[in-house]
């Protein structure tokens, strides 16, 4: 079975040792997933697989067979941009840019999950059905992906624009 990335089947990489990251990056040249700290500690790295986000610099390519991958070029529809990719630019949700791609792709599998219904730690209720993505909901679960240049407020005005209106 192949890997769905991006909406493309490409086939398995050959050898089994590969990273998700390496494997998009250095094989299907889709640079825009970054290699940060390659520990799983920056967050740079993160794409979505079946909407969930995970850390590709963890995960090797062939767990990976028969799943849809998102990356940050993925999220763009028709030559549009994804809603998050806008409000970065609106906000100035970034500076350098390399955490950016982490920082949205992290964003939109947050949404999902705050859709669902999944608590963070700094979550009031825990049976609530529905959880509020408050400024502190926003950032505890946004703080897996890090920022060195500090563009932290452009970013959280970012996504709390695109999502916390919506209830996710």
Same mark, same amino acid.
């Given at each position: 079975?192949?890997?769905?990335?991006?909406?493309?089947?490409?086939?398995?990489?050959?050898?089994?040792?590969?990273?998700?990251?390496?494997?998009?990056?250095?094989?299907?040249?889709?640079?825009?997933?970054?290699?940060?700290?390659?520990?799983?500690?920056?967050? %740079?790295?993160?794409?979505?697989?079946?909407?969930?986000?995970?850390?590709?610099?963890?995960?090797?390519?062939?767990?990976?067979?028969?799943?849809?991958?998102?990356?940050?070029?993925?999220?763009?529809?028709?030559?549009?941009?994804?809603?998050?990719?806008?409000?970065?630019?609106?906000?100035?949700?970034?500076?350098?840019?390399?955490?950016?791609?982490?920082?949205?792709?992290?964003?939109?599998?947050?949404?999902?999950?705050?859709?669902?219904?999944?608590?963070?730690?700094?979550?009031?209720?825990?049976?609530?059905?529905?959880?509020?993505?408050?400024?502190?909901?926003?950032?505890?679960?946004?703080?897996?992906?890090?920022?060195?240049?500090?563009?932290?407020?452009?970013?959280?005005?970012?996504? %709390?624009?695109?999502?916390?209106?919506?209830?996710?």
């Amino acid at each position: 079975m192949p890997i769905i990335i991006n909406g493309r089947e490409v086939p398995v990489p050959a050898d089994a040792r590969v990273s998700l990251l390496d494997f998009v990056r250095e094989h299907l040249e889709l640079y825009g997933t970054k290699k940060g700290c390659n520990q799983g500690a920056c967050g %740079a790295c993160t794409v979505l697989v079946d909407g969930e986000r995970i850390l590709s610099c963890l995960a090797l390519a062939v767990q990976y067979d028969g799943r849809e991958v998102t990356t940050v070029e993925g999220l763009a529809s028709d030559g549009a941009l994804h809603p998050l990719q806008q409000a970065f630019i609106d906000h100035d949700g970034f500076q350098c840019g390399y955490c950016t791609p982490g920082q949205i792709c992290s964003a939109v599998g947050m949404a999902e999950e705050v859709a669902r219904g999944v608590p963070s730690h700094v979550t009031d209720d825990l049976g609530a059905g529905e959880i509020p993505l408050s400024q502190d909901e926003l950032r505890e679960r946004m703080s897996g992906n890090l920022c060195r240049c500090g563009a932290y407020n452009g970013i959280v005005d970012a996504i %709390a624009e695109v999502f916390a209106g919506s209830g996710a």
